[in-house]
């Protein structure tokens, strides 16, 4: 108990990717709170789904609740298992569920993103597990978690890739005006997403694809959202879109992140 207490407290900021993943969930805690409704990490969710509305404000208060307590010393890691519980309860809930009745693309992009944030919350979990949860599961802990969640997030990229390649137009059309050759950029991102995918499953500059692909996000972002934000032309399903690139790009440099800056706090979860 005298070691716990003697632990230093306050605010716990082990990488860039964790601060940005933590303030990403703040933000998105408060939007679905204020708006009543799913926000981007969450959505879909079947119009009759039962509880719906319970499960808005449910999603909300945790995504608030985990980004507050990923930043504290005394909450982080009871704030990771709870997100990361949560991620997988979904995934198993509703993401499988869209693969068998969604379309191909609709299906597969949702189970995507809701991969590429389980993966960064599971390695946020690895880095930040208490005693009690490097003993049960140990699976989950540790090095062979952060393993776990590299696999998430390799699996996580493919559906983006493919989704450039069957959604080609429209992929194109979002390439800003004064890029040339709008087709090439779609097929371009799209082979790059697959290819990190590959390369992170794989273990193959497994490091550099996790930078790079959660960059090409970030850039996606900056790129195309962020003018179209500006100059106030997002529709409602764009600002969703906005918003899942942030998230997803987050939790992409939180899985860089588990190659670098957190590494040393994960070695030693064993």
């Not at 805690?29 to 409704?37: H, S």
């Not at 990490?41 to 608030?64: K, M, N």
């Not at 993401?95 to 693309?105: I, K, N």
């Amino acid at each position: 108990m005298a070691e716990e207490n003697s632990r230093p407290r306050g605010i716990r900021i082990a990488s860039a990717g964790h601060a940005a993943f933590a303030a990403v969930l703040i933000g998105l805690g408060i939007q679905g709170l204020v708006k009543g409704t799913f926000t981007a990490v969450w959505d879909p969710v079947p119009s009759g789904a039962p509880a719906r509305q319970f499960l808005v404000y449910l999603c909300a208060s945790i995504s608030l609740a985990s980004g507050l307590g990923l930043l504290w010393r005394r909450t982080a890691a009871f704030a990771a298992r709870t997100l990361l519980a949560l991620l997988v309860l979904w995934f198993l809930l509703w993401r499988v569920r869209a693969l068998f009745l969604a379309s191909l693309v609709e299906g597969t992009w949702s189970a995507g993103d809701t991969l590429v944030m389980t993966a960064g919350a599971w390695v946020l979990f690895a880095a930040f597990a208490a005693d009690r949860d490097r003993q049960r599961p140990g699976f989950a802990t540790g090095e062979k978690g952060v393993r776990i969640a590299r696999v998430l997030y390799g699996l996580g990229l493919i559906p983006f890739g493919y989704a450039h390649f069957a959604y080609l137009k429209n992929t194109a059309d979002l390439v800003p005006g004064w890029l040339p050759w709008h087709d090439g950029w779609a097929y371009f991102t799209g082979a790059a997403f697959i290819a990190a995918g590959l390369a992170v499953l794989l273990g193959v500059w497994a490091r550099q694809a996790a930078g790079l692909s959660a960059l090409q996000m970030g850039l996606f972002g900056l790129l195309v959202w962020v003018p179209r934000a500006v100059a106030g032309s997002l529709n409602a399903f764009q600002w969703g879109e906005f918003a899942t690139t942030w998230a997803l790009t987050a939790a992409g440099w939180v899985v860089a992140d588990s190659y670098g800056r957190l590494a040393p706090r994960i070695s030693t979860k064993r």
